[in-house]
């Protein structure tokens, strides 16, 4: 393609950024012809012709070959990407929710309507890890991914572990850093990083799994005594995000939980808002890829990538296929899990116990956790109880 | 292309392992229809019909779409890639010397033939550079791009520092572990480094520089002395690769040389045969790429990544431009030089001296070499002069 004309969607920090790009650098040949905005009344670094409040205005231009999706709201967004894509534009999205709660549906409407679908900026920004996943590794037999995708909560638990802050001060330094979201549920309760891990997982072994059915537990549990804990066994605990096959090829493990992680390995030199991604795979043995995982620039940087890519007819291929995961394979998890010591709970959840600490502020257990229970037993809940398993 | 029929060059360990591969996973539609070997006697675990010692039977076979090169000599592959292009093949290869040494040659070739000529294998094994390089920060403006890209000399300095041992044990170390060639004289002097920064340097600026004009000293000269003072300070010696543009867009700086890095970088971090680049970019930020930079499996991933993005036409595209590197910026450049007490060589290679030591036995200078002295200096082959320099 030649020239490509781009209606934006959101004119935030990235939109506003990728807007500058693109007609600073007019050799990329892309214009962005119209920018659909919620308020109309907010100042804006751009000519006031090319704002517009309605989103008929970009979806039903037919100069219009692409449509930039960059705002907050996933089920509005997931409209007008439904509905751009019907209308034969190629689409490319940030919106991580959108994309993870309507995978297949979306894959199945770019596919029908012959368009370019990428989202490259809603898993860990300027990483690449998609585009790895899908050409450069795409006849490598991959065994595991495992990786910090979440920029806030590795602050968060950075600033915990080097500063020796409470989660509830770590939280508010990471707010005043522009780290956090002033509602940072779904990043610290961990399911910002189910989306991604949704996304990447079928990218990577062709598995579709929602981020509901993915075990998850947040950081909102952790305490000093875990950080205490961990600094003596020479460990760091990072928020992980992991899908792993078993032999059979079947997925036996997909979690984001508190991990352990020994010092020396890549993950736990991946500090503050960075991510970073281990691919493990038969040939290649294990890669690691590293960089910023949101912001402005890094989320920019994918956004333009993607808008290139377009430029010369790419699409993700699934190569792996698409299948619907159906079984996880049994197993048990080894994990710590720490409480007060008033607080009981169900001992039965644990298959088998190898360490039991107490004393007069804290106890904990290591121990084996019954697969079956580890999605629904009520320790995912409270935020009385951490839990912590290992890498 | 729907399928794909390649002639091979060389049957050593990745030669044979791709092999492998492409026979058992027939539903990647590449057929191996010829294999060149050299010793016609030796046994090979495969079909004997497949082989042959004469090039032109690969070369002047028209069903033959593709040529995998993976031979050691670079001035035969030379000849067998050029002729292959100008036969309308395409052509991948792992030849980081036949590359470096002819790089405007070839990419000349392959553009007058419209051929794909891919090179991936040829630099840091199975860790994507050149594709991300190409691909994905193709519009990103990149500032500098620094790495390990050598796994025989990050095995000798891993032991060095980790075991105590001295260059010429960790060397045969690295020998009994399959990690350094027998003459091994390519990696430890810093030239098969030089090779690939080369190539790097064109695909991430756009800039051709022979590898024999790049700054270069490699690790035969550091000594136990250099590795304490390096612990003293929290340092670790790694040869580093790098290339680097000032704000002018001119390559302020590429070299291949001892380098002291923090502990806690990600590139301090990268050990044993591990490969680590990082890429700074404006927009991106810094991003790190990790992974087996050589070996029998690393190197096969990389092979058959390229030869599955020759099935569906990928090519190159030098999205910023091919041209020969006119000057280098001059600049100072800071390095810690130690010597035995009765070395002496000319101080005024130094444009201002910060700090000197001396004691009964070792001496060592800390100060800023001068720009124009740092290529032709005796220093850098004087091998009882260490010379490391600071990130």
Redesign the interface.
Same mark, same amino acid.
Request: zero cysteines; glycine letters at 8%.
């Given at each position: 393609m030649e020239k490509l004309t781009i209606g934006l969607f959101g004119f935030g920090v990235v939109g506003e950024g990728i807007y500058k790009?693109l007609s600073n650098?007019k050799e990329?040949g892309c214009k962005i012809k119209k920018i659909a905005i919620k308020d109309p009344t907010k100042k804006r670094n751009a000519p006031s012709s090319l704002f517009t409040t309605s989103a008929n205005d970009l979806i039903n231009d037919d100069e219009i070959d692409l449509i930039v999706e960059l705002i907050d709201d996933a089920d509005i967004a997931f409209k007008i990407v439904s509905n751009a894509m019907n209308k034969g534009k190629s689409v490319v999205s940030a919106n991580k929710k959108m994309i993870a709660t309507h995978h297949l549906e979306l894959i199945e409407l770019s596919k029908r309507n012959n368009v370019s679908f990428l989202y490259e900026a809603a898993v860990c920004?300027?990483?690449?890890i998609i585009?790895?996943l899908e050409?450069?590794?795409?006849?490598?037999l991959l065994t595991y991914i495992t990786g910090i995708v979440n920029g806030s909560t590795n602050y968060i638990l950075s600033k915990m572990k080097n500063d020796n802050l409470s989660y509830e001060n770590a939280l508010s330094e990471a707010k005043k850093n522009g780290f956090a979201e002033s509602d940072p549920t779904l990043d610290v309760e961990g399911i910002d990083a189910a989306y991604k891990i949704s996304i990447i997982t079928l990218h990577a072994f062709g598995k579709h799994i929602q981020a509901e059915d993915i075990i998850r537990k947040g950081i909102t549990s952790l305490k000093e005594n875990d950080f205490l804990y961990a600094k003596e066994k020479g460990l760091v605990i990072k928020l992980i995000a992991k899908s792993h096959l078993n032999n059979k090829g079947e997925l036996k493990d997909i979690s984001v939980l508190p991990t352990f992680i020994e010092k020396?390995k890549?993950l736990s030199?991946t500090n503050n808002e960075f991510n970073?991604v281990l691919i493990g %795979? +038969?040939?290649?043995?294990?890669?690691?890829?590293?960089?910023?995982g949101a912001g402005r620039?890094?989320t %920019? +940087?994918?956004v333009?990538?993607d808008i290139?890519?377009i430029k010369y007819g790419y699409k993700y291929e699934y190569k792996k296929g698409i299948k619907n995961n159906l079984a996880h394979s049994k197993q048990t998890t080894k994990c710590y899990v720490s409480f007060d010591s008033e607080v009981t709970f169900d001992r039965s959840i644990f298959d088998s116990i190898k360490e039991e600490y107490s004393c007069e502020y804290t106890r904990y257990i290591i121990g084996y956790l019954q697969p079956d229970l580890l999605k629904n037993t009520p320790i995912f809940d409270d935020k009385r109880i951490s839990l912590i398993c290992y890498n």
């Open positions: 790009v650098k990329l920004g300027s990483v690449p585009r790895n050409e450069y590794f795409d006849n490598d020396e890549s030199n970073g %795979s +038969s040939l290649a043995d294990e890669q690691f890829l590293y960089g910023k620039y890094p %920019s +940087s994918a333009l990538s290139s890519a």
